[in-house]
C-alpha cells in the first residue's frame, strides 16, 4: 500500500527565515511526486511535479528535492503570503491517474 | 478562464437524505476525481472517470455515486447510506494521455457539506 508522511504537521516561521518541509512516501514504483498549496476553504493549486531521484523544480521561494525515499519543499525568506497547507502527492506505477495525499504540513508566516 | 466550479460552496441537509454536489470543468480534460478532506487525514478518492460513460471506484466509495453522461461534468451524490457524510468535497480533473504524461490534478475550491 502506498503511503505518504509528511512533517511537521505545523510550522510558524518568522518572514525571512527560510526552513524545509518534508515528505515521506513509501510506492511500489514511483511513476510522480507532487506538491500542491492549498488556502483555507480552496482547493489546492499544483505546484510541482518531481519524477526522479535528484530532480530539482523551483518557483520563487519554493524549490522541490526528490530522492528515493522521500521529497522536501525548500521555502527561501518566506513571506506571509506563503502561509498555507503544503500537500505532497505519490502517484505509483499501474495506478492509473490515482493520487496518494499526505495530511499537509500547515505553514504560518508572522511579521 | 479555464477551470473547474464547484456548486454549492456551503450545503446543509438533514440525515437520511441524498444530496448531489455539482462539478463542472471546461478545460476540456477527459478525467475527473471526486475527493473527500477530513481535518487531520489526506485526501481520500471517492470516484474517477477517465472517459464519458464510465467511472471507477475509488478507495472510499461506499455511500457514494457518480454519474459522467457529459465530458465537462461528474456529479456526486451523497446517499443516506454514507455513514459520515460531514466534509469538505474536492473535484479535480486532469488530461489524459501518453502525450500527457503526469499531468498534475487541477481542483475546483470544494463544497462544504454539514449532514445534521
Given at each position: 500500500?502506498?503511503?505518504v508522511?509528511q512533517?511537521?504537521?505545523?510550522l510558524r516561521?518568522q518572514?525571512?527565515?527560510?526552513?524545509s518541509l518534508?515528505?515521506s512516501?513509501t510506492?511500489s514504483?514511483?511513476r510522480g511526486?507532487?506538491?500542491?498549496?492549498q488556502?483555507?476553504?480552496?482547493g489546492?493549486?499544483?505546484?510541482?511535479?518531481?519524477y526522479?531521484a535528484g530532480?530539482?523544480?523551483?518557483k520563487?521561494?519554493l524549490?522541490?528535492?526528490?530522492?528515493?525515499?522521500e521529497s522536501?519543499l525548500?521555502?527561501?525568506?518566506p513571506?506571509p503570503e506563503?502561509?498555507?497547507t503544503?500537500?505532497c502527492a505519490?502517484?505509483?506505477?499501474?495506478t492509473?491517474s490515482?493520487?496518494?495525499?499526505?495530511?499537509?504540513?500547515r505553514?504560518?508566516v508572522t511579521? | 478562464?479555464?477551470?473547474i466550479?464547484q456548486s454549492p460552496?456551503?450545503?446543509?441537509?438533514?440525515e437520511?437524505?441524498?444530496?448531489?454536489?455539482?462539478?463542472?470543468?471546461?478545460?476540456?480534460h477527459?478525467?475527473?476525481y471526486?475527493?473527500?478532506?477530513?481535518p487531520?487525514?489526506?485526501?481520500?478518492?471517492?470516484?474517477y472517470?477517465?472517459?464519458?460513460?464510465d467511472?471507477?471506484k475509488?478507495d472510499?466509495a461506499?455511500?457514494y455515486?457518480?454519474?459522467?453522461e457529459?465530458?465537462?461534468s461528474?456529479?456526486?451524490?451523497?446517499t443516506s447510506?454514507q455513514k459520515?457524510?460531514?466534509?469538505?468535497?474536492?473535484?479535480?480533473?486532469s488530461?489524459?494521455?501518453?502525450?500527457?504524461y503526469?499531468?498534475?490534478?487541477?481542483?475546483?475550491?470544494?463544497?462544504?457539506?454539514?449532514?445534521t
Amino acid at each position: 500500500e502506498d503511503q505518504v508522511t509528511q512533517s511537521p504537521e505545523a510550522l510558524r516561521l518568522q518572514e525571512g527565515e527560510s526552513s524545509s518541509l518534508n515528505c515521506s512516501y513509501t510506492v511500489s514504483g514511483l511513476r510522480g511526486l507532487f506538491w500542491y498549496r492549498q488556502d483555507p476553504g480552496k482547493g489546492p493549486e499544483f505546484l510541482f511535479t518531481l519524477y526522479s531521484a535528484g530532480e530539482e523544480k523551483e518557483k520563487e521561494r519554493l524549490k522541490a528535492t526528490l530522492t528515493k525515499k522521500e521529497s522536501f519543499l525548500h521555502i527561501t525568506a518566506p513571506k506571509p503570503e506563503d502561509s498555507a497547507t503544503y500537500l505532497c502527492a505519490v502517484q505509483a506505477y499501474g495506478t492509473a491517474s490515482k493520487l496518494t495525499f499526505g495530511t499537509g504540513t500547515r505553514l504560518q508566516v508572522t511579521l | 478562464d479555464g477551470g473547474i466550479t464547484q456548486s454549492p460552496k456551503y450545503l446543509f441537509r438533514k440525515e437520511g437524505q441524498n444530496v448531489t454536489l455539482s462539478c463542472e470543468q471546461n478545460l476540456n480534460h477527459d478525467a475527473m476525481y471526486w475527493y473527500r478532506q477530513d481535518p487531520g487525514q489526506g485526501l481520500r478518492l471517492i470516484y474517477y472517470s477517465q472517459i464519458v460513460n464510465d467511472f471507477q471506484k475509488g478507495d472510499i466509495a461506499e455511500g457514494y455515486s457518480v454519474s459522467r453522461e457529459k465530458k465537462e461534468s461528474f456529479p456526486l451524490t451523497v446517499t443516506s447510506a454514507q455513514k459520515n457524510p460531514t466534509a469538505f468535497y474536492l473535484c479535480a480533473s486532469s488530461i489524459e494521455g501518453a502525450q500527457y504524461y503526469n499531468s498534475p490534478l487541477h481542483f475546483g475550491n470544494g463544497t462544504r457539506l454539514t449532514v445534521t
